[in-house]
């Protein structure tokens, strides 16, 4: 008497929703485990795959399978499924399978496709697997085209929210429930301190990074919506999603690949916005010019004094520095546009200015213009009118939320009154209204908690410590190493525009005012990418 034929049932389904309600692997177990029992064979194992493509072998119980069936105890003789499939939906896949399979004794059996193992059958076996292809992917097509369809109307497809949004049942259509995306009001608060903390800082200390905002919110022992805690990439991608101001992009990359898309075929659908579009602009180009790879090392220590800020007011481009050598062999150093130098007139008309006299425009306009007593004063006190008018905004909706959280409370006192007299009874509808109050007050509640972060803190500055700064930096600015110069200049200058009559001189008063605090300290810390920094290494003796 021969031994039973060894049968492992593959069953899989190719979705976690389908996985979740329909009948399909309950339906496929009692087909395939009749088969075996029909013909006598013993089954031996069950490999249940819920929610995964057979499009690729990407897939855990396919490939513990597949290993198991071909270890040297040969302890498997076939593998069933219900149709080929359930194995694979890849003709080239499935051939590949099946006779990776063949070399170690295993058998492929579908019990609805019963082929054997001559030319004619095996032809058959690749013609439905052609079939199971095309028709996978037309299906994948038809989805996409229903899910496009419905972020056209504003619609969620599914996905990890992003922080700050919650989902919000807004309709049905048959059996499906449709979705939209609303402002979650606790979490929002925290991505407008993630945008806040990086423009402006906390405490006085001036604008962060991503780095040192992510280590605030750590230490204040804030977390995602998962409970961990926040990194750099997560923050990174808080601070340049546009779902922020509103727009909220799908279909932007391929499932399979991650390879971006066309921009016609992404979908951008109006969701409610947490932070304004002003706001999230000027932390783009924020980002950017603070990005490394805009701006190299040379910029910060190289010997010219406004390498990295100025820029030609024709196409934006870098003055970089050009030189020339007149008869007498006297060298001359210009500021020249750099499109112009770099692809000649057809990119920019260009200008060139030499070197000691743009210098000295600059930082003798700076230091009698901007850096005088009076004109300091004004400029830091309009500052603080216009952080003054902010914090009134942050107390106005603090006190939106207390009127929230009181009225609220009031609400259920009358309610717990009511049942105490024994005027109702706490039913269903009841303990639902009970139960959404208090949701309401307790997201107020914590909505409340987070703006008390959000007041910018009053920042005093005296007269005498305002005039003092300001002799400081005309001195600085305008005498002394290149290099530091270059350090004091970047902490008040934006940028400096170099047009054909004209230099304007670009700068925030929030970043003058952070200079005004650090007096003195600026420019004094290691300067970044200095390599000869402590050259005889005596930095720690």
């Known amino acids: 008497m021969t031994d039973p034929i060894r049968a492992a049932l593959y069953l899989r389904v190719s979705t976690t929703r389908q996985a979740e309600v329909d009948l399909s692997i309950p339906d496929q177990q009692v087909q395939t485990s009749a088969y075996c029992a029909r013909r006598g064979w013993r089954v031996v194992a069950e490999y249940v795959e819920p929610g995964a493509s057979a499009m690729d072998d990407n897939r855990p119980e396919f490939q513990r399978m597949i ?21 694979f939906r890849d003709a080239f896949g499935l051939e590949m399978y099946v006779r990776k399979l063949a070399k170690h004794g295993v058998r492929l059996v579908s019990i609805t496709q019963e082929l054997g193992d001559d030319p004619s059958q095996v032809m058959m076996r690749q013609v ?66 993630i945008y806040r903390l990086y423009l402006e800082g906390d405490a006085g200390r001036g604008p962060m990074g991503v780095k040192e905002v992510t280590k605030t919110l750590n230490g204040r022992g804030m977390r995602t919506r998962l409970g961990a805690r926040f990194g750099v990439a997560s923050v990174h991608k808080i601070l340049t999603n546009p779902v922020y101001v509103g727009r909220w992009r799908f279909n932007q990359r391929e499932a399979k690949t991650g390879r971006a898309k066309a921009e016609n075929e992404v979908i951008e659908v109006a969701v409610p916005a947490i932070i304004e579009q002003p706001v999230f602009d000027k932390l783009q180009a924020s980002l950017k010019a603070r990005d490394p790879r805009i701006l190299p090392p040379r910029v910060v220590t190289g010997p010219i004094l406004l390498t990295g800020l100025a820029h030609c007011a024709t196409c934006g481009g870098a003055m970089t520095l050009r030189t020339g050598t007149s008869k007498s062999g006297k060298v001359h150093r210009y500021y ?48 603080a009118d216009k952080r003054a008018s902010g914090n009134a905004e942050v107390q106005e909706r603090a006190g939106a939320l207390n009127a929230e959280i009181f009225h609220a409370d009031d609400k259920l006192r ?128």
């Open 336 to 383: 020249t546009c750099s499109t112009a130098a770099r692809v000649g007139k057809t990119g920019c008309k260009g200008r060139s200015i030499a070197m000691d006299k743009l210098d000295g425009l600059v930082t003798t306009h700076l230091a009698d213009r901007l850096l005088g007593p009076s004109r300091l004063a004004g400029l830091l006190t309009s500052l």
């Open 414 to 541: 009358r309610l717990y009154k009511m049942v105490e007299d024994g005027v109702t009874d706490i039913d269903d509808v009841l303990g639902d209204r009970l139960a959404a109050l208090k949701s309401v007050r307790d997201r107020a509640k914590a909505a409340l908690e987070r703006i008390k972060i959000q007041s910018a803190p009053n920042i005093t500055l005296e007269s005498d410590q305002i005039e003092r700064f300001g002799a400081f930096m005309r001195e600085r600015i305008t005498t002394g190493e290149t290099t530091f110069r270059k350090a004091y200049l970047r902490s008040i200058v934006d940028a400096i525009e170099v047009d054909d009559k004209v230099i304007r001189i670009h700068g925030s008063k929030a970043s003058l005012e952070q200079a005004v605090i650090a007096g003195e300290q600026i420019g004094k810390g290691v300067r970044s990418f200095i390599r000869k920094w402590r050259a005889r290494k005596d930095s720690n003796l």
């Open 128 to 193: 439905i697997a052609l079939f199971d292809e095309y028709q996978s992917r037309e299906n994948a097509k038809h989805v996409l085209r229903a899910m496009k369809e419905n972020a056209r109307q504003g619609f969620y497809n599914g996905s990890r929210l992003p922080l700050g949004y919650a989902l919000s049942e807004v309709e049905k259509r048959g059996h499906r429930t449709k979705k939209k995306l609303v402002i979650d009001p606790v979490e929002a608060e925290t991505v407008r301190l």
């Open 67 to 87: 290993e198991r069936a071909c270890d040297d105890d040969h302890p498997i003789d076939a593998i069933v499924v219900h149709s080929f499939s359930r194995f």
